[in-house]
C-alpha cells in the first residue's frame, strides 16, 4: 500500500495538452470537477492555467472539507488525541517485535529517536515519515487545494464543502485499522523509492490521465486492501455524490476539487457522474 493515498498527488513541471479538469452538466446547469495534489513544492508552481480559468468561471469554490475548520486548535488536538495512544499505551505493545525493530532501525538512519514515536498509533507513524521524506525532497508545501482556499477567502468568493470535518478525520483515524504492521512496513519501504514513484504519479496527474492513474495506485489498493478502498475511496465517493449532485441544480457555477485518485476509476466520481445521466466532458 503507497503512503501516497493520503498525499495522493505532486505536480511536475512539464506542460501537457490537458489536465485534471472536467466540466459536468445535465442538460441546463454545469460545474466543475477537478482532481487535486494535496501537497507541491516551491517548483511546482504556477499550477496549469486552466486551474487558474476554472477558478475565474466559478461563483463557488467546494473542497473536500473546511479547511478553516480542520486547522482550528480544537480540531488539531482532536487528531492528536485521536492518532496517540492514551497514557501507559505504546506503539510497541500493539505491533510485532519484528516491525518494531524495522521501525528502531530506519529511524536510526534517520536520526530520529524512536522515544519520540513511542505513543504514535500506526497511522501517525505513516504520517510523519512521510512528511519528513517529502519536507527533505522540498515536497511537503501547500497544495492546489489550500491555494485556492486561500484565493478565494482574499476574493470573497463563496466558499462549500462536501464532507464535515469530523467526517475526515474519522476516515484519517481508521486508515490501516486491523492492519497496522502492513502500515509501517510498507511505508518505511516506500521511503527508498518515493522520488521515482512520484515522477510517474506527477506525470499522470497533471495530464488527467486517469487510467494510468488507476493502474498506479488503484489497482493495487483494490488487490490488497480492498477493506481501505472502500472506505478512503469509495464510501466517501458514494456520500459526495448526492452533494455534487445537488450543486448541479443550482444556477451558480461551482468549482469542486477533490484529491485526483476520487476520480480514477469505476468508482470514481468521472464514472459514477457518468452512469447517473451527467455530461463528462474536458475542460
Known amino acids: 500500500m503507497r503512503t501516497l493515498i493520503l498525499l495522493c498527488l505532486l505536480l511536475p513541471l512539464q506542460a501537457f495538452s490537458a489536465t485534471s479538469l472536467w466540466r459536468v452538466s445535465n442538460g441546463e446547469n454545469e460545474l ?24 475565474n468561471a466559478a461563483q463557488m469554490l467546494v473542497l473536500e472539507t473546511d479547511l478553516k475548520g480542520i486547522n482550528t486548535p480544537e480540531i488539531q488536538a482532536q487528531l492528536l488525541k ?11 505493545q500493539h505491533i510485532k517485535p519484528a516491525t518494531y525493530q524495522t521501525l528502531e532501525h530506519y529511524l536510526q538512519g534517520i536520526k530520529a529517536p524512536i522515544a519520540a514515536f513511542a505513543q504514535f498509533k500506526p497511522t501517525m507513524v505513516m504520517l510523519t515519515l512521510t512528511i519528513v521524506e517529502l519536507d527533505r ?11 485556492f482556499y486561500k484565493k478565494a477567502v482574499a476574493d470573497g468568493k ?10 475526515q478525520l474519522t476516515v484519517l483515524a481508521n486508515i490501516g485499522k ?12 516506500e521511503m527508498a523509492k518515493l522520488p ?18 488507476e493502474a498506479l495506485e488503484i489497482a493495487e489498493l483494490q488487490k490488497d486492501y480492498p477493506a481501505l478502498y472502500q472506505s478512503l475511496l469509495v464510501e466517501r465517493n458514494m456520500s459526495w455524490l448526492p452533494e455534487i449532485e445537488a450543486f448541479l441544480n443550482t444556477p451558480e457555477k461551482e468549482l469542486i476539487l477533490v484529491g485526483a485518485l476520487h476520480l480514477a476509476g469505476k468508482d470514481g466520481l468521472l464514472a459514477q457522474l457518468q452512469q447517473r445521466g451527467f455530461k463528462v466532458e474536458r475542460f
Open 158 to 167: 463563496k466558499l462549500g464543502q462536501l464532507e464535515s470535518v469530523q467526517k
Open 137 to 147: 525532497l522540498k515536497l511537503a508545501g501547500a497544495g492546489v487545494d489550500e491555494f
Open 196 to 213: 521515482n514513484m512520484m515522477q510517474d504519479l506527477k506525470a499522470a496527474w497533471r495530464s488527467g490521465n486517469v487510467e494510468k492513474l
Open 32 to 55: 466543475l470537477l477537478g482532481g487535486t495534489v494535496h501537497v507541491l513544492g516551491k517548483n511546482d508552481y504556477p499550477l496549469p492555467e486552466e486551474f487558474t480559468q476554472a477558478y
Open 82 to 92: 485521536d492518532l496517540m495512544y492514551s497514557k501507559g499505551e505504546t506503539l510497541k
Open 178 to 189: 486491523g492492519h497496522e504492521d502492513e502500515l509501517i512496513l510498507n511505508t518505511i519501504s
